[in-house]
């Protein structure tokens, strides 16, 4: 069965720090990748997507992710975070044809201003 | 702004009683999702619905939970009977699985089980 791996369950930083967030998944095959946020007591949100094509997406609100098939990773990223970017951040793979989501444990991120 | 909804936001239930809760999916979207989210496991993917054919309930308690989809625009997720360990914020998600297939979510029911 798809795994998602988020390494990271807490990270606490200062408003203006860089982010990245790990996430990695165990299927070989095609897949489509997600992040999604979840700000407090708030809905999921979809923040990118990849598809096909450059591997390099761009999202909402400055952040952007890289696929690396090689690594099975799609590592979330954002030069310089704020204090509205703490929230929990979910990584999701669809594989293998599957239409059902599969989520990371979420990572929890405070910015402090 | 076509979206996901979901009723009620909040419940607070006795031990024992039944609780429903319902979805609307975006209008055209074909599969719909049921979620549980604790702090203990996550999301949980309860039961998953294609063409309102339900697909997977593997992760649902069958002896309490149920989930029926009776019409193209409304979903229903019921436990009976509740109890507290079902105390969670359920997710319902919609997703049209013949184009782009990322999964909208509602805005969730937080149910707390006393």
């Known amino acids: 069965a798809q795994s998602v791996s988020q390494h990271n369950h807490h990270v606490i930083l200062s408003e203006a720090a860089s982010l990245e967030l790990g996430c990695n998944y165990s299927?070989?095959?095609?897949?489509?990748l997600f992040w999604y946020v979840q700000y407090p007591g708030q809905h999921l949100q979809l923040l990118l997507k990849?598809?096909?094509?450059?591997?390099l997406v761009k999202g909402i609100k400055g952040f952007e992710a890289e696929f690396i098939k090689s690594k099975f990773s799609f590592n979330l990223r954002k030069p310089s975070v704020q204090w509205s970017d703490t929230a929990e951040y979910f990584c999701a793979v669809l594989s293998g044809g599957s239409y059902i989501p599969t989520f990371g444990r979420g990572t929890s991120l405070i910015v402090h201003p | 702004d076509a979206r996901v909804t979901q009723t009620p936001r909040d419940k607070v239930t006795e031990m024992g009683q039944e609780v429903t809760m319902r979805c609307q999916p975006i209008?055209?979207?074909?599969?719909v999702f049921w979620y549980r989210q604790t702090m203990m496991q996550g999301l949980e993917l309860l039961a998953y619905?294609?063409?309102?054919?339900?697909?997977?309930d593997s992760g649902m308690p069958k002896d309490r939970f149920s989930a029926e989809m009776p019409d193209a625009t409304l979903a229903t997720l019921k436990i009976q009977p509740s109890e507290p360990r079902d105390s969670a914020v359920y997710f319902c998600?919609?997703?049209?699985?013949?184009?782009?297939?990322?999964?909208?979510f509602g805005q969730g029911t937080r149910l707390t089980v006393v």
């Open positions: 619905f294609r063409n309102r054919a339900p697909l997977d």
């Open positions: 209008l055209g979207h074909n599969t």
């Open positions: 998600a919609s997703a049209f699985t013949q184009g782009t297939t990322e999964a909208f």
């Open positions: 299927y070989g095959g095609t897949v489509n």
């Open positions: 990849y598809f096909s094509g450059d591997p």
